[in-house]
């Protein structure tokens, strides 16, 4: 099974400010077909998850694109160029190759200082 | 719009059963597969189990092999999961999702306690 792995576990960010996020798996998630199967969530407070990020760097529908998502392989990272006080919550990324085995992050809690 | 809304949560035994409902709407259901994800209350997500379009193909998280059935009714638009033997580890509200990746859509989640 792929294991995946987050960091930072959180992250302080001051609004206005760029944030980061990067996510490593312990397989490639780069599929023969070109694409990276690698997704990005949120979740706020006390709210389902949402998609964000889809294949690495696609945005999914209705998300600001100040999110961003790039890497290949098994590093991949999600930045916020300019974070906003509604991005606040947990980021989770999670391995979409394997769909009979699918794997999460554990999690990123951003919060604003 | 599409929407899913689960129900069936509750407080069990250990070694009871409980199943669960997801109803989806807003969507040509019998078109997605459907998945099902678990979340330990202040803990991070993890998949349980999938289950195909037609209801023909299942995958499941290890630890629930055995004690977990994800089935499909395209008339009724529902997915279900049945959990018997319950452990207090299973304990976590459950999240329905549409698709077997790629979630754009979630339920509200249902609470699943598992505590004698």
């Known amino acids: 099974d792929i294991v995946m792995t987050q960091s930072p576990l959180s992250l302080p960010v001051t609004p206005g400010e760029p944030a980061s996020i990067s996510c490593n798996s312990s397989?490639?998630?780069?599929?023969?077909?070109?694409?990276?199967?690698l997704d990005w969530y949120l979740q706020k407070p006390g709210q389902s998850p949402q998609l964000l990020i889809y294949?690495?760097?696609d945005r999914a529908s209705g998300v600001p694109d100040r999110f961003s998502g790039s890497g290949s392989g098994t590093d991949f990272t999600l930045k916020i160029s300019r974070v906003e006080a509604e991005d606040v919550g947990v980021y989770y990324c999670?391995?979409?190759?394997?769909?009979?085995?699918?794997?999460f992050g554990g999690g990123t809690k951003v919060e604003i200082k | 719009e599409a929407q899913l809304v689960e129900s069936g949560g509750g407080l069990v035994q250990p070694g009871g059963s409980l199943r669960l409902s997801c109803v989806a709407s807003?969507?040509?259901?019998?078109?997605?597969?459907m998945t099902w994800v678990r979340q330990i209350p202040g803990k991070g997500l993890e998949w349980v189990a999938n289950?195909?379009?037609?209801?023909?193909?299942?995958h499941y998280l290890d630890s629930v092999k055995g004690r977990f059935t994800v089935s499909k009714d395209n008339a009724k638009n529902s997915v279900y999961l049945q959990m018997d033997s319950l452990r207090a580890e299973d304990s976590a509200v459950y999240f329905c999702?549409?698709?077997?990746?790629?979630?754009?859509?979630w339920g509200q989640g249902t609470l699943v306690t598992v505590s004698s």
């Open positions: 999702a549409r698709g077997r990746a790629s979630f754009e859509y």
């Open positions: 807003g969507f040509d259901f019998s078109n997605y597969w």
């Open positions: 289950v195909r379009r037609d209801g023909g193909e299942v």
């Open positions: 397989q490639s998630l780069l599929h023969r077909n070109g694409y990276n199967y």
């Open positions: 294949l690495g760097s």
């Open positions: 999670m391995q979409a190759l394997q769909t009979g085995a699918l794997s």
